[in-house]
Every structure is written in structure tokens, then in C-alpha cells.
């Protein structure tokens, strides 16, 4: 535990919010039985998200809360903006539509004090109610492949000059994880919901179709960086890259799509061997994945 008495610092973006807040309240009203900092960073886009959520702070009358403003445009500028602030030996990303199990976290904490980097299980909930859970089990790396989501990974204070998020509004998060080399770390697993992810809902940039093609520069950012990693690092680089490749294909738009095909296409021109065997084997692990984890 820091000097300060906190234990764990949590950044969390906010953009667009008004009216929204349900969950973030819920949550922060068990806030005050831990140890934490909260931090916020309002990316300023409208007139009542920030009013509400001081309204909600103040109401609640929670201690060792910050709330930060600025234009930022993407989530990842505004992390990067919240890192300079937080206090305590871990740190770690939230948004602020979902549910973090404060209580699970911190046993986690508690348990592997040694750890330079710990992951937790984690469930979604759809708009119609339905909530899966994603315990981990034996393939952990299969397991962080599956979900790669920032949000129910926890890091060491030491590690907060390395993780820089590009500004993009589409797998930002799985940059800053691939780039960081995650495999160099001390890693524990924890097999506790640290975290209820929700999808499908109205407003969040993975329904945005104009945030979406931010998937392109995703993966010309990943390309550039799949020959800094070695052995586990750079096939879960490669996994990571592949899995951006395939989401656009699957739901971007026609022009994502194409955009998709012809950087494939190029990426392989000249004939490069090397390039070709790594995403043909990052192709085939994802699809393995997402066989062993989608249809249970």
C-alpha cells in the first residue's frame, strides 16, 4: 500500500454520459470501503456530462476522487492524460459504463502483492439482460486473446511511464498491451470476476460505425510494432493484429472491409514468408479461440 494508505488508482474516461450514469453510481457507492483513487477524465463533447457527474461525486461525498477535463477525441488520449495522476502501488482503466467487482479486485490485490501485472475473469451483459461469464481456465493466453480488454488487467505503479495509448477510438487498449510486451512481466491470473462488460448498447464506440474505421489505423499502428516482441510476445502480437484484421472484416464497412483486403494484400507484396506464415497462424488462433469460448 502506498504511503498515501491507497492501494489501487483507476482511470476512467467520460464522454457523452448525460443520463447515463447508472452503473458508475452503483459502483461508486461501495467506493468508499476501498482503498482507491478515482480518477476521471471528462473528454468535454457536451453541457451536462460534466454537471452530472460532479452532481453524482459530491452526492455520494466520496474522498480521493479527481476529475480532470479536456478535448481529447478518444479514449486513449484521455488515459494517457489520467496516468500523471494516479497514487498507490496499482493502477488500472475502467469505463464509465460498466461494472467493476471492487471487492474481487482487491482480493486479488491482496493475494499476489508480487505481481507486476494482474488479469482478472470477467462477464458481458447485452442490451436484452443476457450475461455470459468468462472464467479463466487452463490456456491463459488463449483465455487474454479471447478478451484483450484493458479493463480487467491491473498494473503495477512502476509500470505507468510504459503504457501509452495511441489516439485512436478502436483497440487502443490492445495496442498499449501488445507494445508494453505483457509476457516480460511477473502475470497472475485470477480466476474472480473482476469486472461486468456491457455491449450492445446506444452510444458506445463499438456500436459507432464512424469509430469503427479507426480499426484501419489500429492495425497500420500494430503492423509497425509485430517486430519488436519475441516468442510469446510476438505471437500474441500477431494474435492481437489478426483479431483487428477480422473484427473489421466482420463488421466494418464496405470501405473498412476493403481497406481490410487491400493491406492484406499489400502487407504480402513482395511475397514476404515470414508475414504470411505468422497471420496465417494468428488467423487460425483466433478462430480456435473463438470456437473454444463462443460456442460453449
Known amino acids: 500500500m502506498g504511503s498515501n494508505g491507497l492501494l489501487l488508482s483507476a482511470i476512467i474516461p467520460v464522454s457523452r454520459m448525460s443520463g447515463k450514469f447508472g452503473n458508475l453510481s452503483m459502483w461508486l457507492k461501495e467506493a468508499s470501503k476501498f482503498p482507491i483513487k478515482i480518477i476521471f477524465v471528462h473528454d468535454v463533447q457536451d453541457d451536462l456530462t460534466g454537471v452530472e457527474l460532479r452532481n453524482l461525486v459530491l452526492g455520494i461525498d466520496l474522498e480521493n476522487v479527481l476529475i480532470l477535463e479536456g478535448r481529447f477525441g478518444n479514449p486513449g488520449e484521455a488515459r494517457n492524460f489520467g496516468i500523471s495522476s494516479i497514487e498507490g502501488t496499482w493502477f488500472t482503466f475502467w469505463d464509465s459504463d460498466d461494472l467493476p467487482n471492487l471487492e474481487n479486485i482487491f482480493l486479488c490485490l491482496e493475494r499476489f502483492p508480487a505481481a507486476e501485472i494482474l488479469i482478472g475473469s470477467f462477464e458481458t451483459e447485452n442490451d436484452a439482460g443476457e450475461v455470459n461469464t468468462f472464467k479463466i481456465e487452463e490456456n491463459l493466453v488463449d483465455h487474454l486473446l479471447r478478451n484483450p480488454g484493458i479493463w480487467r488487467i491491473v498494473f503495477k505503479a512502476e509500470l505507468q511511464e510504459k503504457i501509452v ?50 480499426l484501419f489505423k489500429a492495425v497500420k499502428v500494430s503492423e509497425l510494432s509485430l517486430k519488436n516482441h519475441s516468442r510469446i510476445n510476438s505471437s500474441f502480437a500477431y494474435g492481437l493484429y489478426a483479431k483487428q484484421l477480422l473484427t473489421g472484416l466482420k463488421i466494418g464497412s464496405t470501405k473498412l472491409k476493403l481497406q481490410m483486403i487491400i493491406h492484406i494484400a499489400f502487407s504480402i507484396f513482395p511475397f514476404k514468408i515470414s508475414y504470411l506464415r505468422e497471420v496465417t497462424k494468428a488467423f487460425i488462433w483466433n478462430f480456435r479461440v473463438w470456437m473454444v469460448y463462443e460456442k460453449k
Not at 165 to 185: H, K, T, V, W
Request: aromatic share 18%; net charge negative.
Open 165 to 214: 495509448f495511441p489516439n485512436l477510438r478502436m483497440a487502443e487498449d490492445q495496442i498499449a498491451i501488445s507494445n508494453i510486451g505483457i509476457f516480460n512481466y511477473e502475470l497472475k491470473f485470477c480466476d474472480t470476476i473482476f469486472y461486468r462488460y456491457f455491449t450492445n448498447f446506444p452510444g458506445q464506440l463499438t456500436s459507432n460505425k464512424e469509430a469503427l474505421n479507426d
